[in-house]
Protein backbone atom coordinates (compact mmCIF):
# COMPACT_ATOMS: atom_id res chain seq x y z
CA UNK A 1 0.00 0.00 0.00
CA UNK A 2 0.88 3.51 0.00
CA UNK A 3 0.88 4.87 3.50
CA UNK A 4 2.69 3.21 6.87
CA UNK A 5 1.89 -0.18 7.45
CA UNK A 6 2.17 -1.91 10.85
CA UNK A 7 1.20 -4.89 12.32
CA UNK A 8 -0.03 -6.33 14.25
CA UNK A 9 -3.05 -4.09 15.05
CA UNK A 10 -3.26 -6.08 18.20
CA UNK A 11 -2.14 -7.69 20.21
CA UNK A 12 -2.49 -9.45 23.59
CA UNK A 13 -0.02 -10.64 26.15
CA UNK A 14 0.76 -12.27 28.83
CA UNK A 15 3.56 -10.58 31.46
CA UNK A 16 6.98 -11.72 31.16
CA UNK A 17 6.47 -12.62 27.80
CA UNK A 18 8.27 -10.62 24.70
CA UNK A 19 6.32 -9.08 21.57
CA UNK A 20 7.28 -8.35 18.30
CA UNK A 21 5.90 -5.03 16.49
CA UNK A 22 6.44 -5.04 12.63
CA UNK A 23 6.63 -1.28 10.49
CA UNK A 24 6.72 -1.06 6.81
CA UNK A 25 7.44 2.38 6.06
CA UNK A 26 6.29 4.21 2.88
CA UNK A 27 8.73 3.43 -0.09
CA UNK A 28 11.60 5.59 -0.41
CA UNK A 29 11.58 7.03 2.88
CA UNK A 30 14.53 6.81 4.70
CA UNK A 31 13.70 8.30 8.11
CA UNK A 32 11.88 5.79 10.62
CA UNK A 33 10.62 6.77 13.75
CA UNK A 34 8.91 5.29 16.37
CA UNK A 35 6.34 6.52 19.52
CA UNK A 36 4.40 5.16 22.09
CA UNK A 37 0.91 6.59 22.83
CA UNK A 38 -0.25 5.96 26.87
CA UNK A 39 -3.93 6.84 28.11
CA UNK A 40 -3.03 10.20 29.44
CA UNK A 41 0.47 10.66 28.32
CA UNK A 42 0.51 12.13 25.12
CA UNK A 43 2.91 10.93 22.30
CA UNK A 44 6.30 9.77 23.64
CA UNK A 45 9.08 9.27 20.93
CA UNK A 46 11.30 5.96 21.30
CA UNK A 47 13.76 6.34 18.78
CA UNK A 48 14.88 6.89 15.15
CA UNK A 49 16.60 5.59 12.16
CA UNK A 50 18.25 6.97 9.63
CA UNK A 51 18.95 3.93 6.76
CA UNK A 52 19.67 1.48 9.15
CA UNK A 53 21.37 3.15 11.98
CA UNK A 54 19.49 4.33 14.76
CA UNK A 55 21.53 7.88 15.49
CA UNK A 56 18.74 8.50 18.39
CA UNK A 57 17.50 5.77 20.82
CA UNK A 58 17.20 8.61 23.37
CA UNK A 59 13.92 7.22 24.15
CA UNK A 60 13.62 4.05 24.75
CA UNK A 61 12.61 3.39 28.34
CA UNK A 62 14.60 0.51 29.67
CA UNK A 63 17.51 -2.15 28.01
CA UNK A 64 13.86 -4.44 27.44
CA UNK A 65 13.22 -2.38 24.24
CA UNK A 66 14.98 -2.63 21.55
CA UNK A 67 14.16 -2.05 18.01
CA UNK A 68 16.43 -2.43 14.22
CA UNK A 69 15.56 -2.09 11.10
CA UNK A 70 17.31 -3.87 7.91
CA UNK A 71 17.53 -2.64 4.54
CA UNK A 72 16.53 0.20 4.94
CA UNK A 73 12.97 -0.41 4.73
CA UNK A 74 11.29 -2.36 7.57
CA UNK A 75 12.02 -1.89 11.55
CA UNK A 76 10.90 -4.24 14.72
CA UNK A 77 10.38 -2.84 17.60
CA UNK A 78 10.70 -5.68 20.11
CA UNK A 79 9.79 -5.87 24.05
CA UNK A 80 11.61 -8.24 26.35
CA UNK A 81 10.22 -9.57 29.50
CA UNK A 82 6.34 -7.38 28.56
CA UNK A 83 5.12 -5.29 31.77
CA UNK A 84 1.58 -4.12 32.22
CA UNK A 85 3.73 -0.88 32.33
CA UNK A 86 4.40 -1.42 28.52
CA UNK A 87 0.57 -1.60 27.70
CA UNK A 88 0.45 1.26 25.08
CA UNK A 89 -0.36 1.69 21.25
CA UNK A 90 3.39 1.58 19.89
CA UNK A 91 3.01 4.35 16.47
CA UNK A 92 5.43 4.02 13.60
CA UNK A 93 5.84 7.37 11.35
CA UNK A 94 8.42 7.48 8.48
CA UNK A 95 9.65 10.97 6.50
CA UNK A 96 11.99 11.72 3.65
CA UNK A 97 15.58 12.68 4.69
CA UNK A 98 17.40 15.73 3.87
CA UNK A 99 16.82 18.92 2.68
CA UNK A 100 13.58 18.33 1.64
CA UNK A 101 12.26 17.21 5.05
CA UNK A 102 11.05 19.93 6.97
CA UNK A 103 9.88 17.17 9.59
CA UNK A 104 6.38 16.10 8.56
CA UNK A 105 5.69 12.60 9.99
CA UNK A 106 3.22 9.87 8.18
CA UNK A 107 1.83 7.92 10.68
CA UNK A 108 0.96 4.21 10.42
CA UNK A 109 -2.45 3.36 12.50
CA UNK A 110 -0.67 1.60 15.49
CA UNK A 111 -0.18 -1.57 17.07
CA UNK A 112 -2.03 -1.80 20.22
CA UNK A 113 -0.08 -3.97 22.95
CA UNK A 114 -1.86 -5.26 25.98
CA UNK A 115 0.18 -6.94 28.96
CA UNK A 116 -1.84 -8.65 31.40
CA UNK B 1 15.21 21.83 24.68
CA UNK B 2 12.54 22.64 22.29
CA UNK B 3 8.75 21.68 23.51
CA UNK B 4 5.16 22.80 22.64
CA UNK B 5 2.18 22.44 25.10
CA UNK B 6 -1.30 22.55 24.93
CA UNK B 7 -3.07 23.85 28.14
CA UNK B 8 -6.51 22.47 27.73
CA UNK B 9 -6.83 18.56 27.69
CA UNK B 10 -10.68 19.40 26.23
CA UNK B 11 -12.45 21.63 24.33
CA UNK B 12 -15.76 21.67 23.68
CA UNK B 13 -18.08 24.17 21.30
CA UNK B 14 -20.71 23.77 19.56
CA UNK B 15 -21.66 23.03 16.09
CA UNK B 16 -21.11 25.97 13.33
CA UNK B 17 -19.51 28.21 16.09
CA UNK B 18 -15.82 28.93 15.88
CA UNK B 19 -13.02 27.16 17.44
CA UNK B 20 -9.41 27.30 18.90
CA UNK B 21 -7.21 24.53 20.36
CA UNK B 22 -4.29 26.12 21.76
CA UNK B 23 -0.59 25.92 21.45
CA UNK B 24 2.63 27.09 22.78
CA UNK B 25 6.00 26.85 21.83
CA UNK B 26 9.70 26.88 23.31
CA UNK B 27 12.41 26.84 20.80
CA UNK B 28 15.74 28.32 20.05
CA UNK B 29 16.01 29.61 16.70
CA UNK B 30 13.41 29.54 14.07
CA UNK B 31 10.58 27.29 14.84
CA UNK B 32 9.29 24.39 12.63
CA UNK B 33 5.57 23.57 14.22
CA UNK B 34 2.55 21.35 13.23
CA UNK B 35 -0.46 20.00 13.89
CA UNK B 36 -2.07 16.73 13.64
CA UNK B 37 -5.05 14.91 14.36
CA UNK B 38 -5.60 11.50 15.66
CA UNK B 39 -9.37 10.07 14.91
CA UNK B 40 -10.48 6.95 17.24
CA UNK B 41 -8.44 4.03 16.70
CA UNK B 42 -6.52 5.46 14.17
CA UNK B 43 -2.98 6.90 13.84
CA UNK B 44 -2.12 10.49 13.39
CA UNK B 45 -3.00 12.19 10.34
CA UNK B 46 -1.21 15.89 9.23
CA UNK B 47 -3.09 19.16 9.72
CA UNK B 48 -0.65 21.86 8.48
CA UNK B 49 2.89 23.02 8.94
CA UNK B 50 4.70 26.57 9.60
CA UNK B 51 7.70 26.68 8.37
CA UNK B 52 8.15 30.29 7.23
CA UNK B 53 6.32 33.01 5.24
CA UNK B 54 3.16 34.23 6.28
CA UNK B 55 2.01 34.07 9.73
CA UNK B 56 -1.77 32.11 8.76
CA UNK B 57 -1.44 29.03 7.67
CA UNK B 58 -4.01 26.99 6.24
CA UNK B 59 -4.42 23.81 6.21
CA UNK B 60 -6.86 20.20 5.72
CA UNK B 61 -10.61 19.93 6.43
CA UNK B 62 -10.72 23.70 7.02
CA UNK B 63 -8.48 24.21 9.47
CA UNK B 64 -5.67 27.27 9.55
CA UNK B 65 -3.62 28.14 12.51
CA UNK B 66 -1.89 31.42 13.17
CA UNK B 67 1.78 31.90 14.03
CA UNK B 68 2.35 34.60 16.59
CA UNK B 69 6.31 34.86 17.13
CA UNK B 70 5.50 37.54 19.88
CA UNK B 71 3.23 35.10 22.15
CA UNK B 72 5.30 31.66 21.16
CA UNK B 73 2.03 30.50 20.56
CA UNK B 74 0.37 28.38 17.09
CA UNK B 75 -3.23 28.49 17.99
CA UNK B 76 -5.34 25.81 15.39
CA UNK B 77 -8.54 27.44 14.30
CA UNK B 78 -11.63 26.77 12.52
CA UNK B 79 -14.67 29.53 11.25
CA UNK B 80 -17.04 26.72 11.89
CA UNK B 81 -16.92 23.47 13.86
CA UNK B 82 -18.62 20.46 12.93
CA UNK B 83 -19.26 16.98 14.76
CA UNK B 84 -16.83 15.38 12.55
CA UNK B 85 -14.05 17.36 13.78
CA UNK B 86 -14.32 15.59 17.06
CA UNK B 87 -10.79 14.19 17.52
CA UNK B 88 -7.41 14.41 19.58
CA UNK B 89 -5.30 17.29 18.31
CA UNK B 90 -1.53 16.91 18.76
CA UNK B 91 0.65 20.39 18.47
CA UNK B 92 4.45 19.52 17.10
CA UNK B 93 7.77 21.04 17.12
CA UNK B 94 10.27 19.87 15.03
CA UNK B 95 14.07 19.13 16.83
CA UNK B 96 17.12 17.91 14.94
CA UNK B 97 18.77 14.87 16.08
CA UNK B 98 21.46 12.87 14.86
CA UNK B 99 21.73 14.56 11.42
CA UNK B 100 17.91 14.03 10.84
CA UNK B 101 15.18 15.74 12.68
CA UNK B 102 12.24 14.22 14.84
CA UNK B 103 9.19 15.83 16.20
CA UNK B 104 8.27 16.69 19.88
CA UNK B 105 4.46 16.61 20.35
CA UNK B 106 2.49 18.30 22.77
CA UNK B 107 0.01 15.62 25.14
CA UNK B 108 -2.98 16.87 23.03
CA UNK B 109 -6.14 18.39 23.22
CA UNK B 110 -9.55 16.54 22.89
CA UNK B 111 -11.77 17.95 20.70
CA UNK B 112 -15.86 17.75 21.17
CA UNK B 113 -18.40 19.36 18.67
CA UNK B 114 -21.66 19.20 19.81
CA UNK B 115 -24.81 19.34 18.05
Known amino acids: GAGVSQSPSNKVTEKGKDVELRCDPISGHTALYWYRQSLGQGLEFLIYFQGNSAPDKSGLPSDRFSAE ?34 GELFFGEGSRLTVL | AQSVAQPEDQVNVAEGNPLTVKCT ?30 NLVKGSYGFEAEFNKSQTSFHLKKPSALVSDSALYFCAVRVLTGGGNKLTFGTGTQLKVEL
Open chain 2, 25 to 54: YSVSGNPYLFWYVQYPNRGLQFLLKYITGD
Open chain 1, 69 to 102: RTGGSVSTLTIQRTQQEDSAVYLCASSLFGAVNT
